[in-house]
T-cell receptor
Framework: GQQVMQIPQYQHVQEGEDFTTYCNSS?????IQWYKQRPGGHPVFLIQ?????EVKKQKRLTFQFGEAKKNSSLHITATQTTDVGTYFC?????????????FGKGTHLIIQP | ETGVTQTPRHLVMGMTNKKSLKCEQH?????MYWYKQSAKKPLELMFV???????ENNSVPSRFSPECPNSSHLFLHLHTLQPEDSALYLC?????????????FGQGTRLTVV
């Protein structure tokens, strides 16, 4: 079945440093979504990428979808303490099958002030 | 508040108990989902319902029994669970089950099986 791998599992950064998490799928995706889960909270949708090579920005966050639609990245510039949490990528297989999203294990972002 | 409400927030149950988790969404969505979130595993999709019909069951043991009486409500009935079933159970909904929609998650039920 479809697998979505995410690295790194944990990332410690100093406040103000940049952060990047990477997502790779074993199959071609129809789209990829990114979610953020604060400690003790629930996943909250951030963005969806659909087109090959697509790049989207939300303030300090930059999302990319690979040309082959099998990988994606999230980059945060100049992290702030409010960025703490776990960032998940989630994808749907373009070959059909499951309607639910397949999630990566997530990257836990820990920020040291 | 995401528009998806789960009750209870916390549940402790014995292995011989029967309990139910409830999810309600006020977003007018057509699709609802149950996910399991364990400490060292990714979010695992358990069940998918679209227009009250179950469209997916990801090889979930029969001790978990979903019920979707209408498009706004989703239940997860639990019986004879095992300690390894302890996890955060998340309900989510989306506008439709096709690819280009975001999922709205409830706050989850933290389940402990003793």
């Amino acid at each position: 079945g479809q697998q979505v791998m995410q690295i790194p599992q944990y990332q410690h950064v100093q406040e103000g440093e940049d952060f990047t998490t990477y997502c790779n799928s074993s199959t071609t995706l129809s789209n990829i979504q990114w979610y953020k889960q604060r400690p003790g909270g629930h996943p909250v949708f951030l963005i969806q990428l659909v087109k090959s090579g697509e790049v989207k920005k939300q303030k300090r966050l930059t999302f990319q979808f690979g040309e082959a639609k099998k990988n994606s990245s999230l980059h945060i510039t100049a992290t702030q303490t409010t960025d703490v949490g776990t960032y998940f990528c989630a994808g749907r297989n373009s070959g059909g099958g499951a309607d639910g999203l397949t999630f990566g294990k997530g990257t836990h972002l820990i920020i040291q002030p | 508040e995401t528009g998806v409400t789960q009750t209870p927030r916390h549940l402790v149950m014995g292995m011989t108990n029967k309990k139910s988790l409830k999810c309600e969404q006020h977003l007018g969505h057509n699709a609802m989902y149950w996910y399991k979130q364990s400490a060292k595993k990714p979010l695992e999709l358990m069940f998918v319902y679209n227009f009250k019909e179950q469209t997916e069951n990801n090889s979930v043991p029969s001790r978990f029994s979903p019920e979707c009486p209408n498009s706004s409500h989703l239940f997860l009935h639990l019986h004879t669970l095992q300690p390894e079933d302890s996890a955060l159970y998340l309900c989510a909904s989306s506008q439709e089950r096709y690819p280009n929609t975001e999922a709205f998650f409830g706050q989850g039920t933290r389940l402990t099986v003793v």
